[in-house]
């Protein structure tokens, strides 16, 4: 196993700017799901792709969107960014059950 | 609309003692329930998770009670060592053949005291 890998760690942008986060999944996990977890809440579910296509979607507006590859990586993108969408962005993948490994996650600041 | 929530944010207990941690839920909906562990800067770390079926799963020192009457579920940590300081989080899934999403509580921060 690899583990579930987020890049960048920490990121600055400003605001109206766009952004793209990448994820590595655990080979073999086919599901991968993103993550917005707000400073002193608890994760909140952006959206879920399953075999690269989007199977499941949060309270999130559009410019938040996604991709998930053959190889198992995956992106966020959030377009428009506004100061509200500082936030840590985690990344979790799965094989399809129940268990989920999520990644160290990426600090986006937006300013 | 917070459908699963952790009402203590934070607990403080001595080395050796147990820690109760505790997570109440709305959605009846709600199949599986899962704790998660989280240190600062790492991701959240699964720790244990339980059925809906079920009233009770077991993991070493971990053990989670379900109470479906109650929509309530518990984590007892006995004995806590110092090593299990972290915020902990209660989340919970509605199985559908399109998607398993989490739905997280707040969380609630563990200290534990040697």
């Known amino acids: 196993e690899t583990g579930v890998t987020q890049s960048p760690t920490h990121l600055i942008k400003t605001r109206g700017q766009q952004v793209t986060l990448r994820c590595s999944s655990q080979?073999?996990?086919?599901?991968v799901s993103w993550y917005q977890q707000a400073l002193g809440q608890g994760p909140q579910f952006i959206f879920q792709?399953?075999?690269?296509?989007?199977?499941g979607r949060g309270n999130f507006p559009p410019r938040f969107s996604g991709l998930q590859f053959p190889n198992y990586s995956s992106e966020l993108n959030v377009n428009a960014l506004e100061l509200d969408d500082s936030a840590l962005y985690l990344c979790a993948s799965s094989p399809g059950g129940s268990h989920y490994t999520f990644g160290s996650g990426t600090r986006l600041t937006v300013v | 609309d917070q459908q699963v929530k952790q009402n203590s944010p934070s607990l403080s207990v001595q080395e050796g003692r147990i820690s109760i941690l505790n997570c109440d839920y709305t959605n009846s909906m709600f199949d599986y329930f899962l704790w998660y562990k989280k240190y600062p800067a790492e991701g959240p770390t699964f720790l244990i998770s339980i059925s809906s079926i079920k009233d009770k799963n077991e993991d070493g020192r971990f053990t989670v009670f379900l109470n479906k009457s109650a929509k309530h579920l518990s984590l007892h940590i006995v004995p806590s060592q110092p090593g299990d300081s972290a915020v902990y989080f209660c989340a919970a899934r509605v199985f559908k053949a399109a998607g398993n999403k989490l739905t997280f509580g707040g969380g609630t921060r563990v200290l534990v005291k040697p």
């Open positions: 792709y399953y075999r690269e296509e989007e199977n």
């Open positions: 080979s073999g996990h086919n599901t």
